[in-house]
T-cell receptor, first 114, second 117 residues
Framework: DQQVKQNSPSLSVQEGRISILNCDYT??????FLWYKKYPAEGPTFLIS?????DKNEDGRFTVFLNKSAKHLSLHIVPSQPGDSAVYFC?????????????FGKGTLLTVNP | DARVTQTPRHKVTEMGQEVTMRCQPI?????VFWYRQTMMQGLELLAY????????DSGMPKDRFSAEMPDATLATLKIQPSEPRDSAVYFC???????????????FGPGTRLTVL
């Protein structure tokens, strides 16, 4: 049972346009969300995060939106650049027992075409 | 610059053999995580440590997998005996944040690509 779902395995966007990556979750106990970016042959790197008490967090070209009622979050990249081409993982955190646990989605491969 | 290092980067072994993967977390980080990435499951958390103590290993098959932190500079993930279904990329990550939990930014190593024949 996938609690964090990234339903689009891939996305292709033209340079300069907006990239929108989507993520849905099922567990209402998740209260903190993160996005990681991964290049081939490297480990994921942290991109941006958002607490469930907010609905938006912005960092430069990257903005994450959270819609708690729909259990949906999205990552917007504006403007998209070829260097943004990578796999993007959505992750969600919940307190399970006495510890926080991070659950990742399967990732979306973003390709930004010059 | 400070990075998480993992060895080996690639490992090919035969079914039934023991496999040991090593991770050196970033100096001073108090949390260490082991993840496995497969095409089918994506990134799965196997185990995590805080201040060298195991906090959660519920994602790990207990009969064949074991994770330890002999000291603050070394984390190990061992598979014995290995099986073809263990073939995956194994990532180690470390973190240091105010909460000292999985919520904090995690710094990932480059991974160990394991192939079990």
């Amino acid at each position: 049972d996938q609690q964090v779902k990234q339903n689009s395995p891939s996305l292709s966007v033209q340079e300069g346009r907006i990239s929108i990556l989507n993520c849905d979750y099922t567990n209402s106990m998740f209260d903190y969300f993160l996005w990681y970016k991964k290049y081939p042959a490297e480990g994921p790197t942290f991109l941006i995060s958002i607490s469930s008490i907010k609905d938006k967090n912005e960092d430069g070209r990257f903005t994450v939106f959270l819609n708690k009622s729909a259990k949906h979050l999205s990552l917007h990249i504006v403007p998209s650049q070829p260097g943004d081409s990578a796999v993007y993982f959505c992750a969600a955190s919940a307190l399970l027992g006495s510890n926080y646990k991070l659950t990742f989605g399967k990732g979306t491969l973003l390709t930004v075409n010059p | 610059d400070a990075r998480v290092t993992q060895t080996p980067r690639h490992k090919v072994t035969e079914m039934g053999q023991e496999v040991t993967m090593r991770c050196q977390p970033i100096l001073g980080h108090n949390t260490v995580f082991w993840y496995r990435q497969t095409m089918m499951q994506g990134l799965e958390l196997l185990a995590y440590f805080r201040n060298r103590a195991p906090l959660d290993d519920s994602g790990m098959p207990k009969d064949r997998f074991s994770a330890e932190m002999p000291d603050a500079t070394l984390a190990t993930l061992k598979i014995q005996p290995s099986e073809p279904r263990d073939s995956a990329v194994y990532f180690c990550a470390s973190g240091l944040g105010t909460s000292g939990t999985a919520r904090d930014e995690q710094f990932f190593g480059p991974g160990t690509r394991l192939t079990v024949l």
